[in-house]
């Protein structure tokens, strides 16, 4: 087992789940995940956005609002299994986002009303295994009103039917009212089976601030698991600066993965902003060796 800083796409593609997830700990915090929405067209005509981001360096890609019994992904040639066909093309784990939708819960403002196929249950995660997802998100969109408690309850479904690594929690409020980050909710995940939680940036969401979430985040590691930081608030299209100051911070809380969402041009992360990420967190040796290496190796 490499540690996923330092692997080829032949590594990548000869780990499992347990392996994955001890190589992106072995990282020390020097991982980064893109996310790109795949109903919106890609943000240069030709090229998918997950070869895009594979491109200027994210290590993991997720692919939000895909919906697993469609299979369709928007502008992208036909093929008998679209994931499999991005594992190929850019080498790197793929996951897709799943979102448990609490019913009893009421959103402030207009709903956003899922189909099944985005949907947490035992049919999609089956289809998910059978697609070769590689892990997934447990989280929610704006305004579908995904609350922490269906979060759980999720996680508990999906460790009996999913075979990948599971992640889960909130980016901002989907919708709902209830805190964003909540240490016994993100300890609950844990002992539910998630393989790891989100928690928003650091400057991403009112009120988180590094004094609340480092401690949380050292607790959650200690109890076994992996810390995603996320930027999910439209402000992965920020000015650079802003998006390594997010890094800086996301180091010093102690997240083991630099998320950085979809809310850009072609609804993927700005590629410069991409960048401006990696070499805040990982400096221009592992920056190049990542975006500079052939998936054939």
């Known amino acids: 087992m490499k540690r996923l800083l330092s692997a080829y796409t032949s590594d990548i593609q000869a780990m499992d789940r347990s392996d994955l997830k001890k190589s992106i700990q072995a990282s020390e915090g020097r991982i980064l995940l893109g996310e790109t929405v795949v ?32 299979g369709v992904i928007q502008d992208f040639y036909t093929c008998a299994n679209p994931i499999a066909e991005l594992k190929r093309l850019t080498g790197r784990p793929i996951g ?46 704006p305004s579908t009103g995904v609350s922490l408690s269906a979060i759980e309850e999720a996680i508990r479904l999906s460790v009996q039917h999913f075979k990948g690594l599971i992640f889960a929690g909130k980016m901002h409020g989907a919708g709902l009212g209830e805190a964003v980050v909540s240490e016994e909710a993100l300890l609950n995940f844990v002992a539910a089976g998630a393989d790891g939680v989100l928690v928003p940036a650091v400057g991403t969401v009112p009120g988180v ?20 930081s996320t930027i999910g608030t439209s402000q ?62």
């Open 39 to 70: 109903t919106a067209a890609p943000l240069i005509a030709g090229v998918s956005n997950a070869e895009m981001m594979a491109a200027f360096g994210c290590d993991l890609l997720v692919l939000n609002e895909f919906d697993v019994f469609t």
């Open 96 to 141: 897709i986002n799943l979102e448990p939708v609490d019913e009893t819960k009421e959103v402030m403002d207009e709903q956003m009303h899922l189909p099944a196929g985005r949907r947490v249950s035992p049919a999609s995660l089956q289809k998910a295994n059978e697609l070769g997802v590689d892990f997934i998100m447990l989280t929610g969109n």
């Open 209 to 228: 601030r590094e004094s609340i979430v480092a401690p949380i985040v050292e607790r959650v590691k200690q109890a076994g698991a992996l810390v995603m």
């Open 236 to 297: 992965e299209s920020a000015d650079s600066q802003t998006i390594r100051e997010f890094g800086l911070s996301n180091k010093r809380v102690g997240a083991d993965i630099h998320h950085i969402g979809d809310g850009g041009y072609g609804r993927m992360p700005d590629p410069e902003n991409i960048l401006a990420l990696s070499l805040a967190v990982r400096g221009r040796r592992h920056t190049y060796f990542r975006m500079g290496q052939s998936i054939l190796r």
